[in-house]
């Protein structure tokens, strides 16, 4: 296996060889207030756990299952934002861009962008995303196998990317499901970067509800004991106060009074993983 990277972000390092960090945050930035509030509440419970966190912001949900859903209140009224928020909370932050042109703004204020999975192969996003000089975190489309996310990495690599991270997202099965491969996270870790489980949309429902994704959050947390039992660089999920009511991926979102529990235990895991990630089954 290759020599295992690691990417710094504010105080925070992601690594496959250290402890795990979590990504966490609501889906989409439904009013600057209650984003607001869920921020401040998230960087509460991580503080009380002492444990690594970046919050993620999405301004923007450009890949809705129907026209009529809403999308988010737009780059420029979340810039100014997150970047106070930022400020304020004293954590870094990644932020979903959609097109090249974004990229350098959305910079501004993020510590990471990130790629989503349905645009995982556009080159020219790529490159702007690592043009920027900011770490860029990709999440490996629903289409594609782990190996194919090495072209994904040599693409930053190739235009001088200073951070790289690959998401594992869950991969199409039949039609409206999604299934995880694990054998996946060790493949991405080959390539040296930091790999993330993102156990939120893992369990997703594309279109499952017609006119919206749906989803079954009782596996979240299987699916992320498993993924952290692989001794990875971090988890990803997405959290909500009212997941019934929220504007998008409410069916998979993670309740925010979930959330101590579920890292309590994902970390607990991670240290017994970490004792034994040197043992090997050859």
């Not at 000089?133 to 235009?159: D, H, M, T, Y």
């Not at 489980?197 to 959050?217: E, I, M, W, Y």
């Not at 998008?248 to 970490?274: E, M, T």
Request: charged share 20%; hydrophobic share 45%; net charge positive.
């Amino acid at each position: 296996m290759a020599k295992q990277k690691e990417v710094k972000v504010g105080n925070v390092t992601f690594s496959n060889d250290r402890p795990l960090v979590y990504i966490a945050g609501p889906c989409v930035i439904e009013t600057p207030k209650s984003y607001a509030a869920e921020a401040a509440q998230l960087k509460a419970l991580f503080s009380a756990l002492k444990t690594p966190f970046v919050l993620k912001a999405s301004f923007d949900k450009a890949n809705r299952t129907s026209h009529g859903s809403f999308r988010g209140i737009g780059m420029e009224a979340a810039l100014d934002l997150l970047k106070d928020l930022k400020h304020r909370l004293g954590v870094p932050l990644l932020v979903d861009v959609h097109e090249p042109a974004q990229a350098s703004r959305v910079a501004e204020a993020a510590d990471i962008l990130q790629v989503p999975a349905f645009m995982c192969r556009q080159t020219d996003l790529l490159y702007a995303c690592a043009d920027t000089g900011r770490a860029v975190n990709v999440k490996k489309g629903q289409f594609l196998s782990p190996w194919e996310a090495e072209n994904i990495v040599k693409k930053l690599e190739s235009r001088g990317a200073k951070g790289i991270m690959l998401t594992e997202r869950g991969s199409s099965f039949g039609y409206g499901n999604l299934v995880v491969d694990m054998r996946g996270l060790e493949v991405m870790k080959q390539f040296g970067w930091p790999v993330i489980f993102d156990c939120t949309h893992s369990v997703q429902k594309p279109g499952g509800l017609g006119t919206a994704t749906g989803g079954d959050r009782r596996f979240i947390m299987p699916l992320a004991k498993a993924a952290a039992a692989l001794k990875i660089a971090g988890l990803f999920f997405e959290a909500h106060p009212n997941p019934a009511r929220a504007l998008s991926d409410g069916p998979n979102s993670l309740k925010l009074s979930a959330v101590k529990p579920l890292v309590s235990a994902l970390n607990k895991v991670d240290r017994v993983a970490a004792e034994i990630s040197g043992v090997s089954s050859n």
